[in-house]
């Protein structure tokens, strides 16, 4: 937290809480609830989920749709595509793949 003092407020922490200028509890609570995002603190409180903001969501989100196109458009000119997975977001379970046996993968390439 000492090294988010210094990078978003200019302020050494240590002095802010014992010095002559010393901030009031309040005043200190509400700069660090006042952290951004990308601050250490924040990300060692919320892991992975702090790197995923509405910038990752939308990227994410076109990306879906571009798969969901892709898969709509083989499906229509004939093909037998897999479901498309939508890419995984934080908190969410990892989705496994299917798997498919060796005798059928090559049943499968040679028609």
């Not at 005043?27 to 702090?50: N, W, Y």
């Amino acid at each position: 937290m000492e090294a988010d003092f210094t990078r978003f407020y200019g302020q050494d922490l240590r002095g802010l809480c014992w010095g002559e200028n010393r901030w009031g509890v309040r005043r200190l609570l509400s700069h660090i609830k006042g952290l951004p995002r990308d601050s250490a603190f924040v990300r060692a409180l919320s892991g992975v989920s702090a790197y995923w903001d509405e910038n990752a969501e939308l990227l994410a989100q076109i990306f879906d749709a571009m798969e969901r196109q892709t898969y709509y458009l083989l499906k229509v000119n004939g093909n037998d595509p897999s479901e498309p997975v939508p890419l995984q977001r934080p908190g969410q379970k990892i989705v496994e793949p299917e798997t498919v046996s060796l005798a059928e993968f090559s049943g499968f390439l040679n028609g």
